[in-house]
């Protein structure tokens, strides 16, 4: 039998193009056509009575347009078609890496109730959360320290106080010491502003914080939850019964009702974060993301921020044991906005393109050592990592089979 007819197209919007690609699972043959529609707006294929239509992820001008099939008897097409100039003008604002993180504070409507996606047990009460705000980036302490430090208006002052304070010190001057103390205790004022480095934004009661991935709620805003230095069934519902080590910096979260993990809680902010693929929440403008949306627009915020297009994907373990047998996905991000569509999905889906492979964690932890590793850390809870890797290779059979794999790495997709 026959294996079905596949088809997928995705915009190219740096060169103005379509690359469209066909398989038909048996050699093209009279009986084989590829037309674009008059309107220019969609691709049909037709090949041994089958007829399949595809919504081109952009309008192109080519409408009522015949494809020509260049390699007769060939089961694998492919052309570049030229986009409707007017209307990729008019649709360009779609494809651009402007696109806001899902779920960001706008979108979550005051004193909606939170619940655990999977089974709806309440996790965060109706009107319990009277303002959501987003939180900033990763980097936001260390912008401000240094900010505040070098403004433009006193970089001649500061200039001329380190100059002092070096010929202070070069002749034995007491008061160089008094230089260093007043930079300690300026540190300390940012650090009472909330600027230095060391700072970090605290759980309040009543406010929801947003992250890219996370909500952060305060633990007395929070119920129906499980906290554990593992899984589940060591766990407790008061935290307080828990034996902490020294050096335990978080705890799982989990749903008392269907023991899905949600998060963690975090001792250094006393806050908990759940993740948001796994809750579910009244929003204005976005159905609930998924781990696709949320990881995408993490990779766009860190090459925004660091400059690198190659991440290293950790699940979040506090058994280093357990951490070295961990599997990582090592990604490189190829184009962080791209419109795909494909038969298998049916629709027009705003992507990032990226190269993926599994490596262990010891590989991984020996390249982040490496003083020139131009790859960031992103961690995820362990599940989410297998998700992940479930997706990829999902979004990996979609793309022309040529096209799947580039040397040890594989081709995948991550929804924006």
Same mark, same amino acid.
């Given at each position: 039998?026959?294996?079905?007819? $596949?088809?997928?197209?995705? /915009?190219?919007?740096?060169?103005?193009?379509?690359?469209?690609?066909?398989?038909?699972?048996?050699?093209?043959?009279?009986?084989?056509?590829?037309?674009?529609?008059?309107?220019?707006?969609?691709?049909?294929? *037709?090949?041994?009575?089958?007829?399949?239509?595809?919504?081109?992820?952009?309008?192109?001008?080519?409408?009522?347009?015949?494809?020509?099939?260049?390699?007769?008897?060939?089961?694998?097409?492919?052309? *570049?078609?030229?986009?409707?100039?007017?209307?990729?003008?008019?649709?360009?604002?779609?494809?651009? %890496?402007? *696109?806001?993180?899902?779920?960001?504070?706008? %979108?979550?409507?005051?004193?909606?109730?939170?619940?655990?996606?999977?089974?709806?047990?309440?996790?965060? &009460?109706?009107?319990?959360?009277?303002?959501?705000?987003?939180?900033?980036?990763?980097?936001?302490?260390?912008?401000?320290?240094?900010?505040?430090?070098?403004?433009?208006?006193?970089?001649?002052?500061?200039?001329?106080?380190?100059?002092?304070?070096?010929?202070?010190?070069?002749?034995?001057?007491?008061?160089?010491?008094?230089?260093?103390?007043?930079?300690?205790?300026?540190?300390?004022?940012?650090?009472?502003?909330?600027?230095?480095?060391?700072?970090?934004?605290?759980?309040?009661?009543?406010?929801?914080?947003?992250?890219?991935?996370?909500?952060? #709620?305060?633990?007395?805003?929070?119920?129906?939850?499980? #906290?554990?230095?593992?899984?589940? &069934?060591?766990?407790?519902?008061?935290?307080?019964?828990? +034996?902490?080590?020294?050096?335990?910096?978080?705890?799982?979260? #989990?749903? $008392?009702?269907?023991?899905?993990?949600?998060?963690? #809680?975090?001792?250094?902010?006393? &806050?908990?974060?759940?993740?948001?693929?796994?809750?579910?929440?009244?929003?204005?403008?976005?159905?609930?993301?998924?781990?696709?949306?949320? /990881?995408?627009?993490?990779?766009?915020?860190?090459?925004?921020? $660091?400059?690198?297009?190659?991440?290293?994907?950790?699940?979040?373990?506090?058994?280093?044991?357990?951490?070295?047998?961990?599997? +990582?996905?090592?990604?490189?991000?190829?184009?962080?906005?791209?419109?795909?569509? $494909?038969?298998?999905?049916?629709?027009?889906?705003?992507? +990032?393109?990226?190269?993926?492979? /599994?490596?262990?964690?010891?590989?991984?932890?020996?390249?982040?050592?490496?003083?020139?590793?131009?790859?960031?850390?992103?961690?995820?809870?362990?599940?989410?990592?297998?998700? +992940?890797?479930?997706?990829?290779?999902?979004?990996?059979?979609? /793309?022309?089979?040529?096209?799947?794999?580039?040397?040890?790495?594989?081709?995948?997709?991550?929804? *924006?």
């Amino acid at each position: 039998m026959d294996s079905p007819v $596949s088809i997928y197209a995705e /915009l190219l919007s740096n060169i103005r193009q379509i690359s469209l690609a066909v398989s038909l699972g048996s050699p093209s043959d009279g009986s084989t056509r590829i037309t674009v529609t008059a309107d220019g707006k969609d691709v049909e294929v *037709r090949h041994r009575g089958e007829v399949h239509i595809l919504r081109l992820p952009a309008k192109i001008a080519l409408g009522s347009a015949l494809l020509p099939i260049t390699r007769p008897g060939a089961a694998a097409l492919s052309w *570049r078609l030229p986009l409707d100039q007017d209307a990729f003008a008019s649709q360009h604002g779609d494809v651009a %890496d402007g *696109r806001p993180a899902p779920w960001s504070a706008t %979108d979550l409507e005051a004193g909606s109730q939170v619940a655990c996606r999977q089974c709806q047990s309440v996790i965060v &009460a109706r009107n319990a959360i009277q303002v959501w705000k987003d939180l900033p980036s990763d980097n936001w302490a260390e912008m401000m320290e240094f900010w505040h430090c070098h403004k433009p208006d006193d970089a001649e002052h500061h200039s001329h106080g380190h100059e002092a304070h070096d010929r202070r010190a070069e002749n034995g001057n007491p008061e160089g010491e008094a230089d260093d103390q007043n930079a300690k205790a300026n540190e300390k004022s940012l650090a009472a502003r909330g600027y230095g480095a060391s700072s970090a934004i605290s759980a309040q009661q009543g406010v929801g914080f947003v992250d890219l991935t996370t909500l952060l #709620f305060a633990e007395s805003d929070c119920q129906a939850i499980t #906290f554990s230095l593992s899984g589940y &069934a060591d766990g407790s519902r008061n935290r307080q019964d828990l +034996v902490l080590g020294s050096k335990t910096r978080a705890l799982n979260v #989990f749903c $008392s009702s269907c023991q899905s993990q949600l998060g963690f #809680f975090n001792f250094r902010t006393a &806050a908990i974060a759940l993740s948001k693929w796994q809750l579910s929440c009244k929003s204005i403008s976005e159905a609930s993301p998924g781990i696709s949306e949320c /990881l995408a627009t993490t990779l766009i915020a860190t090459i925004s921020r $660091s400059g690198s297009s190659k991440s290293l994907i950790m699940s979040i373990s506090e058994s280093a044991a357990e951490s070295s047998a961990d599997t +990582v996905i090592h990604i490189w991000v190829l184009n962080s906005s791209i419109v795909y569509s $494909s038969t298998a999905t049916a629709r027009c889906t705003p992507a +990032v393109k990226l190269l993926y492979r /599994l490596i262990q964690r010891d590989e991984a932890d020996r390249m982040l050592e490496v003083v020139s590793c131009d790859a960031q850390e992103i961690n995820l809870p362990a599940k989410a990592l297998g998700d +992940v890797v479930r997706l990829l290779d999902e979004s990996n059979g979609l /793309l022309p089979v040529a096209e799947r794999v580039f040397k040890e790495w594989k081709v995948g997709l991550l929804s *924006r």
